[in-house]
C-alpha cells in the first residue's frame, strides 16, 4: 500500500527526468524539490517497493551502491565517470558476445559500464590568447 502519493510520485519524476540511474541520496535531493519533508527511509521503502512492482530496475556497478532506473529503457549499457561517479545510460550494445565465452559455456546475458570522465569534469582546454604584436616605436 502506498503511504503518500506525493512522495511516490516525486520519487517517479526524479528518476524520470534525471534520464540516468540514479543513487538513493540524488533521488531524495531532487524529489525534495517537490517535497521538502521527505525523509530518505522513505525513499528507499519507496524504491524497493518501485523494483518488487517492476517499475524501477537497480543499477549494480562492482563496489558501488545500487543505482535506479526505469525499466522502460530496455537493453543498454553505462557510463561511470571516475571523477563525479555519477553514472550515464549508453544506449548502444557490441551486441552477441558469446564469442568471448570458454567453449561450451552458454551467455544468457551481459552488462558492460565504461569508465572515464564526463562532459563536466573534463579538463578544460586553456584558451589560446591572440598573438599580441609589439608595439612599433617611432622613429
Not at 25 to 36: G, H, K, R
Not at 105 to 134: I, M
Request: glycine share 8%; aromatic share 4%.
Amino acid at each position: 500500500m502506498e503511504r503518500s502519493t506525493r512522495q511516490r510520485t516525486a520519487i517517479r519524476e526524479a528518476i524520470g527526468l534525471a534520464g540516468r540511474p540514479l543513487l538513493p541520496q540524488e533521488v531524495l535531493e531532487s524529489a525534495q524539490n517537490q517535497v521538502p519533508g521527505l525523509g530518505i527511509a522513505t525513499v528507499y521503502r519507496t524504491l524497493k517497493q518501485l523494483v518488487d512492482e517492476g517499475e524501477l530496475r537497480a543499477v549494480r556497478l562492482p563496489g558501488d551502491n545500487p543505482r535506479y532506473e526505469s525499466v522502460n529503457h530496455g537493453h543498454h549499457h553505462h557510463f561511470q565517470c571516475t571523477t563525479c561517479q555519477r553514472v550515464f545510460d549508453v544506449h548502444a550494445c557490441p551486441g552477441n558476445l558469446a564469442r568471448l565465452a570458454p567453449d561450451g559455456f552458454t551467455v544468457e546475458d551481459h552488462d558492460l559500464t565504461l569508465y572515464g570522465q564526463c562532459l563536466t569534469c573534463q579538463p578544460k582546454p586553456a584558451s589560446r590568447r591572440p598573438a599580441t604584436s609589439k608595439p612599433q616605436t617611432r622613429r
